[in-house]
């Protein structure tokens, strides 16, 4: 009995569809469009919160996408200005080094009259001795330079050429225990000796004890005896001693260039008539 009735309704409901589907069809549009609307009113807010919710998410992708993108050409412009730092570094160190060499030639040629060009030379080596005091330039035999070329820093003398190869050569420094200057005071005119001492510096020998000599009195290069040319700067009085039973007063000195400071030298080639076989 009460299946029949559950029935029934299932057969009344199916039937009240197909005719309320039917009767759709010859309702005039502007009706079923009202339908339409009171239908779907109640669910509006529902499909307003699920558009914001998809709207949200898919403005939310687009920005972690761009923030991505973002990021990954933010990382690129780093690199290319990273490099670019590192190019103007190296430009500016060309640029200080070719100022530096014109900067020495200029000097020299300044104040030196000769007729010789100097070579540039670029400094490659340091003799690591303490005793021997000496440097290696890049320039030798293919350059013109030969043993006894003079070596100066602008104006400054710095040693002389005492071993040649191809394209390199061996300078002994003024601070060389071996290296002998005939030399003078700039301003009294006296004349001495400048010999290089086992600490890096010089002293001035056989400087009578009568003269007077006062501190930071400057040393000259006085060209006696043709090796070095004359008025190049040597260095300047740091002390001066007496000892009672000498004839001559000890003098030291300290080198007008510092060569741990420098990175190019001139080598003053010596006229040819004036060289000696090697």
Known sequence: ????????????????????????????????????????????????????????????????????????EKSELEKEVFLLKNKIVKQQDIINIFKKKLEIVSEYKKDIDDKEEPVVADIIGFDVSNFRKSIIVDVGKKQGVSVGDVVVFGNALVGRISAIGSSSGRVMLITDPASNVPSRFLNSRTQGMVQGTA????????????????????????????????????????????????????????????????????????????????
Do not use: W
Request: with cysteine; hydrophobic share 40%.
């Open 1 to 72: 009995m009460r299946r029949n009735r559950d029935r029934s309704t299932k057969r009344f409901i199916v039937f009240v569809f197909v005719v309320a589907s039917i009767s759709l069809l010859f309702i005039p549009e502007s009706i079923t469009n009202n339908i339409k609307v009171t239908v779907a009113s109640p669910l509006a807010p529902v499909q307003k919160l699920i558009s914001h919710t998809s709207n949200f998410f898919k403005n939310g992708f687009k920005k972690l996408a761009s923030l991505s993108t973002a990021a990954d």
């Open 199 to 278: 600490d890096g510096k010089c002293v001035m020998k056989y400087v009578p004890r009568q003269v007077k000599v006062d501190k930071p009195e400057k040393i000259i290069s006085s060209g006696m005896g043709g090796i070095f040319p004359k008025s190049l700067y040597i260095g300047n009085v740091i002390e001066v001693k007496q000892k009672s039973a000498s004839l001559f007063k000890d003098i030291k000195i300290i080198p007008r260039v510092d060569i741990s400071k420098i990175e190019n030298v001139l080598v003053i080639k010596r006229k040819k008539e004036e060289n000696t076989p090697e």
